[in-house]
């Protein structure tokens, strides 16, 4: 009897839950309250009301036994605890950079870099696209945040294995135009994440490097996805088939001059992030800086439970059958959705899949806020929180007027090794029967806001009555 393997289709999760933390199922009538109660804006739910909570995928992971491990056996000295070594070890076995210094989180590690490098009126920084803590910290020093993603980037219909790609024309015309001397630092984000979690390719990381090192800047990368990057890479760009994710990071990490991270994300961890890289005389001027906001340059904003959370994590990030679940299981979803008619941003991206709005709800004009309403009514259906990436995040200009924002996005971002299939079978369900009664989801307007970060805290009312 010759028995055949089984060639399985399906890709189950890589892990056994040991620990369950129950879920609030609430009914249509009860979420109707809650939302109104909530002035209409899912950021002011309280999270135990929701049932599935895709608001973000950042610190929202579940961490695996053997970080929890580590946790307990954690070093709390101030100054160099062993904890800080494990975590030191990790990200240079991982990034190859010679200089670590740990930060409470990512926008942390950003500050640092951007005070030292930033210059006000005179720096400009180039990226794929900013992340908006990126372009913020960018800004508030004065200096002004370029995005040059390639063009396929923003055209959410068009398939493309790496919409992530910089432009690398416009980089070298950028850097003609705008002169070396005010590029103090070109940044690349790895995955895409403002721009649909879309990878960067290997090929591009070296192009943009090659370019920064002919004209003498350094090159950072943003690289709070990095894990999901490198699976991208692996299975979409010729020549790494056969390799393995952590060979690919090496690699990738190897064409910068170091990078800024969110723990939070590809670090596995509820909390943390790092500033890395090699010139011993920038390391030593952001350790400085670090000592002001974060903490003795051994711990940086973290426990020793963090850092140990976070040196367990990034391997775990790397990890083959991690990585083939997390990406299968996004494109899982991405595939129910376009089966069943809904445009979403294709190819879908690694850590989220983004609805387009302003293609599912033509009858809401932009600043009535389609993405908005889409976000509500999936809620009000099965008790979903998700993220509007539309005209209530981006409308407002600085001179208070508004204007319609470039994409009307709703981005159901998943959060790592929290769900199963059956709650990804059941979002699927509840986005679909939302889509078929799209006819009946209405406008809203703002009726109190604040004038920076609105969708955070703004009250709305739809302009239907109760929806
Ligand atoms: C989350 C994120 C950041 C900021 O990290 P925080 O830990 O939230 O401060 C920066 N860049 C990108 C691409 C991110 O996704």
């Not at 040059?148 to 910089?166: S, V, W």
């Not at 299975?235 to 090496?250: L, M």
């Not at 890289?277 to 906001?293: F, V, W």
Request: net charge negative; proline share 5%.
């Amino acid at each position: 009897m010759t028995l055949s393997p089984l060639d399985s289709k399906t890709i189950i999760e890589p892990f056994r839950i040991r620990s369950v933390e129950p879920i609030q199922f609430t009914d249509m009538e009860e979420r109707k309250r809650l939302l109104k109660e909530a002035r209409w804006n899912p950021f002011l739910l309280k999270a135990e009301d929701v049932l599935i909570d895709l608001l973000t995928d950042s610190g929202t992971g579940a961490m695996s036994s053997r970080q929890w491990s580590a946790m307990i056996e954690s070093d709390e000295s101030y100054a160099g605890s062993s904890s800080y070594y494990k975590f030191d070890s990790a990200v240079r076995d991982i990034t190859g950079f010679r200089h670590v210094i740990p930060t409470h989180q990512g926008r942390a590690a950003e500050n640092i870099l951007f005070s030292l490098m930033v210059s006000a009126g005179q720096s400009v920084i180039p990226n794929n696209t900013h992340f908006d803590t990126t372009r913020a910290h960018v800004e508030h020093k004065g200096g002004e945040a370029r995005d040059l993603l390639i063009a396929e980037g923003y055209r959410p219909q068009t398939d493309h294995p790496f919409k992530g790609n910089m432009d690398t024309d416009k980089l070298e015309s950028t850097i003609r135009d705008v002169g070396a001397d005010r590029i103090p630092v070109i940044m690349l984000t790895v995955t895409n994440n403002s721009g649909g979690g879309q990878p960067v390719s290997m090929a591009n990381i070296r192009e943009v490097s090659r370019i920064a090192r002919k004209y003498g800047i350094p090159f950072f990368l943003d690289a709070c996805r990095f894990a999901e990057n490198c699976w991208f890479i692996k299975t979409r760009e010729p020549g790494f088939e056969h390799s393995s994710p952590i060979e690919i990071a090496r690699e990738l990490f190897s064409y910068a001059d170091g990078c800024t991270m969110s723990a939070k994300k590809d670090g596995m961890s509820n909390i943390g992030g790092f500033l890395a890289l090699n010139d011993d005389d920038m390391a030593r001027q952001c350790r400085s800086l670090s000592i002001l906001t974060e903490g003795f340059p051994t711990y940086g904003g973290m426990a020793g439970y963090d850092m140990e959370a976070v040196a367990a994590g990034l391997h775990e990030a790397l990890d083959e059958g991690y990585l083939r679940y997390r990406i299968r299981s996004t494109a899982y979803l991405g595939e129910k959705l376009t089966d069943a008619g809904i445009a979403i941003i294709r190819p879908t991206g690694g850590h989220a899949v983004y609805i387009d709005a302003r293609e599912m709800l033509p009858h809401i004009p932009s600043l009535q806020y389609p993405a908005w309403s889409l976000t509500n009514a999936l809620y009000l259906t099965g008790g979903i929180r998700a993220v509007e990436i539309g005209s209530v995040m981006f409308g407002l200009q600085p001179d208070g007027t508004e204007r319609e924002a470039p994409m009307e996005l709703v981005r159901l971002a998943i959060p790592r090794r929290v769900y199963t299939q059956s709650h990804i079978d059941y979002l699927a369900e509840v986005v679909i029967h939302t889509y078929r009664q799209r006819e009946h989801l209405c406008g809203y307007r703002i009726t109190d806001a604040p004038s920076v970060l609105r969708h955070f805290s703004a009250e709305l009312e739809p302009l239907e009555g109760d929806q």
